[in-house]
């Protein structure tokens, strides 16, 4: 078979639109291997959402330039949202580029691919998806290949909001929903073939089903209807936006045993006048009210982030209401950003009123306290039991042959433990003793290996 590398840049959206091509790629004569001096194929799936994500991606391409040289039957691809963003420009500036293809390519890969290996042009595709349903079809797995513990599922693609920093909209499209049939379907496959955990996806994933289903079902429904799937242990989806929270949504957190505690939800700005100039379409109050009414109903729910800082306008003011909004509610982790202008979006053109330095300082600052806010919440689960879903051996075990595990806790911490006997396999649920806290990261020991215990996110004393 001949070989192909895949690298992915980006989010979880990004990673799943790998691991499909990988399939397709597979099913067309492709094997994925980890050394990109022996591929017949590379293809980078690319993020467009930071403007230091972009002058990544040219710089590889530009070491990836020597291998082509050498080799003109090496097949070099670049797909995803720097994809749909740049088209032509792409070829432009690195013409040893055989192809471009947007997030809504990736089924077509296979007929993309075999298209460049015999065109003596780059080969360009970026258009949208045309049809009014959202499907994805079913393939046949990988043999041999184990299903991770925790298996991503999109449930939904492209946003409709249109923040004014923000080019999802014109790099993934429109919202659409796939069914909840199909979205249950390839749940219970993954479970089948051993995941224990299933995180549904999308841009604005509690957006779903807003648009043309047929039959209509709300987001909260099909949360409910995943939850009823036997063999899940464990419910999470990603990432949410405030103004598509409903209290229906909310109420599932106190309802469903495998949802677990644990939220992203991004807020951006701290300040009301920031966030209207984003076009986010709530307040700091309407943000802090949902933030309790989870808390209400999960009382040990915790919450982490998304931050942009030296957005233009922000003042110093409106970056102090920021640290403060953190303080308020108290991230367990956050991701953390510089603004940078996206091409298209309206505040592209909007004037700066910081300088450089000022922004960077702002950032180091948000960085700074979300260290702190993370220690103080990793701190709280010293000598406790916690749950784990055991993900696979550490990078430890694997470079220096010491038996340890890694995995994570209903909360999303990662967290690492001995195992000196190696009693456990990936997708097994432990229970842990944290003895130690790095950062993200717990550390402990494993008391026993258990099945789900019916109490939700325990942690004990």
């Known amino acids: 078979m001949k070989q192909v590398f895949l690298e992915t840049h980006g989010c979880q959206m990004n990673v799943a639109d790998t691991d499909r091509m990988e399939a397709l790629l597979f099913h067309s004569g492709y094997l994925r291997t980890d050394a990109v001096e022996n591929a017949d194929l590379i293809i980078v799936n690319t993020c467009s959402i930071r403007e230091k994500a972009v002058h990544k991606i040219y710089s590889l391409f530009g070491t990836y330039r020597p291998m082509k040289e050498r080799n003109p039957d090496l097949i070099l691809g670049l797909t995803g949202c720097l994809a749909q963003q740049e088209g032509e420009n792409l070829v432009k500036r690195a013409p040893h580029i055989n ?3 947007g997030p809504d390519g990736v ?12 065109s003596n042009e780059p080969r360009i595709w970026i258009e949208f998806d045309k049809h009014k349903e959202y499907s994805i079809p079913e393939i046949a797995p990988l043999p ?17 909001k249109f923040c004014s920093f923000c080019v999802v909209p014109y790099t993934r499209g429109r919202e659409k929903s796939r069914t909840a049939d199909e979205i249950c379907a390839e749940a219970r496959q993954l479970i089948d073939r051993g995941a224990r955990e299933i995180i549904l996806l999308g841009q604005n994933v509690n957006a779903y089903g807003k648009r043309d289903l047929d039959p209509p079902v709300a987001f909260h429904e099909l949360l409910y209807r995943v939850a009823e799937i036997p063999g899940l242990e464990r419910l999470r989806f990603t990432t949410s936006h405030p103004r598509d929270f409903t209290p229906e949504t909310v109420a599932a957190f106190g309802d469903l045993d495998v949802l677990v505690n644990h939220l992203h939800l991004p807020v951006q700005s701290g300040s009301d006048r920031v966030l ?5 379409g709530h307040g700091v109050d309407e943000y802090l009210g949902l933030i309790q009414a989870l808390k209400d109903t999960a009382p040990d729910i915790e919450f982490s982030t998304d931050i942009i800082v030296g957005f233009p306008s922000e003042t110093e003011r409106d970056f102090e209401m ?15 950003f510089q603004y940078s202008a ?7 053109d909007w004037p700066d009123t910081s300088s450089e330095e000022e922004k960077k300082r702002r950032l180091q600052r948000t960085i700074d306290l ?18 784990v879903l055991v993900e696979g051996l550490s990078r430890r075990s694997e470079n220096e042959g010491t038996p340890r595990w890694r995995g994570r806790t209903p909360h999303y911490w990662s967290i690492q433990f001995d195992d000196p006997e190696l009693k456990v396999q990936p997708g097994d649920l432990v229970t842990v003793q944290v003895e130690g806290q790095r950062g993200q990261s717990l550390f402990g020991s494993m008391m026993d290996c258990h099945e789900k215990n019916s109490r939700k996110n325990s942690v004990t004393a």
């Open 370 to 387: 979300q260290n702190r806010l993370t220690q103080e919440q990793g701190q709280r689960y010293l000598g406790k039991n916690v749950e």
């Open 276 to 280: 209207e100039e984003m076009r986010r």
């Open 107 to 118: 089924d077509r890969v296979v007929e993309i691919v075999q298209a460049a290996s015999t």
């Open 99 to 101: 192809f471009v293809m």
């Open 144 to 160: 041999g290949q184990a299903v991770s513990p925790s298996a991503f599922v999109n449930i939904i693609k492209g946003c409709d």
């Open 342 to 348: 996206r091409p298209n979006t309206p505040a592209a």
């Open 322 to 336: 920021t640290l403060e909004l953190m303080e308020k509610v108290g991230f367990s982790n956050s991701y953390m």
